[in-house]
C-alpha cells in the first residue's frame, strides 16, 4: 500500500481556486491509480476524481467537472487536484486514495476499490 499525504487545504472566497497535493510513499506510484474524496459536514463522503497510473485516463464527479484538474507528477511520486470557481457546496474534507492497478491505465470514482487512504485536508468555501 502507497503512504499517503495530503496538503493545500485553505480557506478560501467563492469564485477563487486552491491546488490541493498528494504525497506518495512507500512505493513507485506509477502503479497505482488515485482517487479524491471529499465528505462534506453531515454527508457521505462523494468521489470528486480518479487519475491512472500512467496519468492518461482521468474521470470526474458531475459537480467538479469544468472545474476541476486532476494530475500527477510520477517522478515526485505527488499528485494535484486544481479546483477553479470554488462553491460553498465544495467545503469539505478532501481524500487521496490509491488502488494498485498495475495496467496503469484505469481508475474510477468510487471509493471501492481504493485501499489506502490519506488523513484529509480542510477546504472551507466561506465569504
Known amino acids: 500500500q502507497l503512504l499517503l499525504a495530503e496538503s493545500g487545504g485553505d480557506l478560501v472566497k467563492p469564485g477563487g481556486s486552491l491546488t490541493l497535493s498528494c504525497a506518495a510513499s512507500g512505493f513507485r506510484s506509477a502503479g497505482f491509480a488515485i482517487g479524491w474524496f471529499r465528505q462534506a459536514p453531515g454527508k457521505e463522503r462523494e468521489g470528486v476524481a480518479c487519475?491512472?497510473?500512467?496519468?492518461?485516463?482521468?474521470h470526474y464527479s458531475d459537480s467538479a467537472k469544468g472545474r476541476f484538474t486532476i494530475s500527477r507528477d510520477n517522478s515526485k511520486n505527488e499528485i494535484y487536484l486544481q479546483m477553479n470557481n470554488l462553491e460553498f457546496e465544495d467545503t469539505a474534507v478532501y481524500y487521496c486514495?490509491?488502488?494498485?492497478?498495475?495496467?496503469?491505465?484505469?481508475?474510477?470514482?468510487?471509493?471501492?476499490?481504493?485501499?489506502?487512504w490519506g488523513q484529509g485536508t480542510r477546504v472551507t468555501v466561506s465569504s
Open positions: 487519475i491512472s497510473g500512467n496519468g492518461k485516463t482521468t
Open positions: 486514495a490509491s488502488d494498485f492497478e498495475p495496467s496503469g491505465g484505469w481508475c474510477i470514482v468510487l471509493e471501492d476499490p481504493y485501499d489506502s
